[in-house]
């Protein structure tokens, strides 16, 4: 009897560990990716072998493909919410990859998963570009070093979906917007590839860590993300810098720039929505699975760093949420809708690559050279600090007048609230007045932008006809609201164009009238 009473939980527990599921990429050692067909078969395949993932469909891309979602625990209210997406740009797919490992771990029940997977819900969507991912082809990212094959940057509708976010324009990213507002996530995890230098780092990340973003999400940022995972990733053999765009492409020396994310990219929207948002990008030039390992090995160092202190970000998240609502009773509250670079250097130790620099006897430019085999580490300036251009004090509500449509829907998809206006009323409120206009000279992601415009704002008493809108500010999405309703933040609506018809033209005089006229009024 003693005998079988030792034995039952070794039984038990090698009964309850099942053997973990090969992915599609490591059955061709990390050096393809699988197409979607082949992706979204493992993924069914894993929720058949556990209660604890759950796939959906959440939208239909352009060319007629199922957008899908994994959803990976429970939703309760006292858990953080994590939701990780990958393949916004098609071609930077190791999110993917890194991801489906995670679950075949989940399907299998590792004692490695479960340390998180009773306290925090993770939401994973594979392919967000799903389009893109599937126009595959060896040539899409010929500066990246794998995989085989990669999909493309942009849609089938040819926009990048990482410049969409606050307009909201692809169906795709309708499409995740409605899923962020189901979820309302905590941390919302984006994973890309770099671009650019070649440096001994295979992961870089980019949070925002400025006036936009609360300070209590700042404190949660650094505490957790930058003093207790980035540690730990340095001990499993990662290097780790802040994201790295060079002043100079040909002169590391001259350092690089925070140029501060706004609300179009997928980190500046977290923070719009008064959350945390953290970009990935491992190096572009780093092996596959190199890259598949460090995506992995980030976020399941997130997920146990969370599950380590159940509620602390949740309670940090609701806190946000409370803070906006009661700033609209402060009449002396403010929010930033510009920043711009402070123009103040910090010394950044750069663990880089030694290169050379030649004139080019083709393209006629510099062309500079990094030599992998010889590591350099040097100082350069790091301009990090990022400041203030404009603030704006948020009123109590906004006024919208019923036959803006396309922007009421553009609100309703962020889920702002909004509210009907029922009868003719007579109010007392800032205009602004909006004059000439400086329109791109391109478009940009498929819109006729205005770069500059004269903006000056005054009192009157108006009228507001029944069925116009009320955006009130005492709300969580207020920023969102602020963002794009305030003329001159950088991505209004007036800004991205929607607002275009207002300058022009429309009704005028016969030239024989307005002479008539003109000397009538000047007898």
Do not use: C
Not at 351 to 368: P, Y
């Amino acid at each position: 009897m003693k005998r079988s009473i030792l034995i039952l939980p070794i039984l038990l527990a090698s009964l309850a560990e099942a053997k973990r599921l090969e992915t599609p990429a490591e059955a061709e050692k990390l050096l393809r990716t699988p197409d979607a067909e082949a992706t979204f078969a493992f993924i069914d395949r894993l929720d058949a072998m556990s209660d604890r993932i759950a796939v959906q469909t959440f939208g239909t891309t352009p060319e007629g493909r199922a957008l899908k979602v994994v959803v990976v625990g429970e939703a309760k209210p006292d858990r953080e919410v994590v939701f990780v997406q990958a393949g916004i740009h098609a071609g930077e797919i190791e999110g993917k990859d890194a991801g489906l490992i995670l679950l075949s771990e989940v399907a299998a029940k590792d004692r490695r998963v479960l340390r998180w997977l009773d306290h925090v819900t993770l939401v994973f969507v594979p392919i967000f570009n799903l389009d893109g991912h599937e126009r595959r082809s060896m040539f899409n990212r010929i500066n990246q070093n794998g995989p085989v094959e990669m999909g493309w940057r942009a849609t089938s509708q040819r926009l990048n979906l990482n410049r969409d976010y606050i307009k909201a324009d692809a169906p795709e990213m309708r499409a995740l917007l409605g899923l962020i507002n189901q979820w309302n996530p905590d941390l919302l995890i984006d994973s890309h590839t770099t671009n650019g230098a070649d440096y001994q780092y295979d992961l870089t990340w980019s949070m925002d860590n400025d006036a936009t973003q609360h300070p209590r999400l700042r404190a949660w940022q650094n505490e957790v993300l930058v003093g207790r995972v980035q540690p730990r990733l340095e001990r499993e053999g990662h290097l780790i810098a802040p994201y790295i765009e060079l002043n100079d492409p040909v002169d590391p020396t001259k350092g690089f720039t925070n140029f501060g994310a706004g609300p179009r990219y997928s980190t500046g929207y977290a923070v719009a929505r008064g959350r945390v948002g953290l970009l990935l990008e491992t190096h572009m030039l780093k092996p596959y699975p190199v890259r598949v390992r460090a995506t992995y090995d980030v976020i399941a160092a997130i997920l146990d760093e969370i599950a380590a202190h159940p509620g602390q970000l949740r309670a940090a998240t609701r806190q946000v949420d409370a803070d906006t609502i009661a700033r609209a009773a402060d009449a002396a509250a403010t929010y930033p809708i510009q920043l711009a670079n402070a123009g103040i250097a910090e010394d950044f130790v750069f663990k880089g690559f030694d290169w050379t620099v030649a004139q080019s006897d083709i393209s006629g430019d510099r062309w500079i050279r990094y030599d992998p085999s010889k590591p350099k580490t040097f100082t350069v300036p790091f301009y990090r600090q990022v400041k203030i251009a404009q603030s704006v004090s948020p009123p109590a509500a906004y006024v919208i007048p019923a036959q803006w449509t396309r922007l009421v829907e553009r609100l309703q998809v962020h889920g702002v609230k909004l509210s009907r206006i029922e009868n003719d009323v007579r109010v007392k409120a800032d205009v602004s007045l909006l004059s000439n206009p400086q329109y791109a000279p391109a478009s940009f992601e498929g819109r006729i932008a205005i770069a500059a415009f004269a903006h000056r704002r005054e009192s009157r008493e108006m009228p507001v006809r029944a069925g116009s809108w009320l955006v009130p500010m005492d709300q969580p999405l207020a920023n969102v609201a602020l963002h794009i309703l305030e003329p001159d933040a950088p991505d209004s609506a007036v800004r991205w164009g929607d607002f275009n018809s207002i300058f022009e033209q429309r009704e005028y005089a016969d030239a024989r009238v307005a002479e008539q006229l003109a000397r009538d009024l000047m007898a």
